[in-house]
């Protein structure tokens, strides 16, 4: 399958900073890609979708700025976290899509702690 | 009615035995189907996809789509303590736009 990967797998940072999660498709070209966030023992939350080259749409109840999201190009999206509160503290997992077969490939997730 | 529906479980079941899961959606135009798996602590990884009604195989995974009903499931075979995890099934609506994740079923394999 297609490999997705995401850097820091874990990141601590204090309250009032900014964070920035990179998201990268690494064998193929991603059209679409999805951000969530999970807490723990709860379902998958849908953040923001982004196509390459154009603004995220963001879910509603999502501010969208408060996580800033950047698809520069078909391989990497990026997730940027602003002035983030212990509230944030969260698993943060982007997702890929790239052909027709609309499967979405996930990355393995950054554990954010904001102290 | 929510969008996409899965029991909670636990499932639980004996080793070498069948599971069976299942996951109704609300949508009849939607596309694509989907089922993952989430060990704790983990993303989510892609067991298997459906687009058209029917079954279809993988190892010992079978997925069943009904769209008339608008029901899917998954059928492991000969269960594994290491199938251990929750699954959740995903539905497309719109030509990879707009996905609806389940809440998952916490599945228990007990050797």
């Known amino acids: 399958g297609a490999v997705v990967s995401q850097h820091p797998s874990w990141v601590i940072c204090k309250s009032g900073t900014s964070v920035k999660i990179e998201c990268r498709s690494l064998?193929?070209?991603?059209?679409?890609m999805f951000w969530y966030r999970q807490f723990p023992k709860q379902s998958l939350m849908l953040m923001a979708t982004?196509?390459?080259?154009?603004?995220?749409?963001?879910e509603q109840g999502v501010e969208k700025d408060k996580f800033l999201i950047n698809h520069a190009s078909l391989t990497l999206s990026t997730l940027t976290v602003t002035s983030a509160h212990p509230e944030d503290s969260s698993f943060y997992i982007c997702s890929a899509i790239g052909g027709a077969s609309y499967e979405q490939y996930f990355g393995p997730g950054t554990r954010l702690t904001v102290t | 009615q929510k969008e996409v529906e899965q029991n909670s479980g636990p499932l639980s079941v004996p080793e070498g035995a069948i599971a069976s899961l299942n996951c109704t959606y609300s949508d009849r135009g939607s596309q694509s189907f989907f089922w993952y798996r989430q060990y704790s602590g983990k993303s989510p990884e892609l067991i298997m996809s459906i687009y058209s009604n029917g079954d279809k195989e993988d190892g010992r995974f079978t997925a069943q789509l009904n769209k008339a009903s608008q029901y899917v499931s998954l059928l492991i075979r000969d269960s594994q303590p290491s199938d251990s995890a929750t699954y959740l099934c995903?539905?497309?609506?719109?030509?990879?736009?707009?996905?609806?994740f389940g809440p998952g079923t916490r599945l228990s394999v007990l050797p």
């Open positions: 982004s196509n390459e080259g154009s603004k995220a749409t963001y």
């Open positions: 064998d193929f070209q991603a059209t679409t």
């Open positions: 995903a539905v497309n609506k719109n030509y990879g736009q707009n996905f609806v």
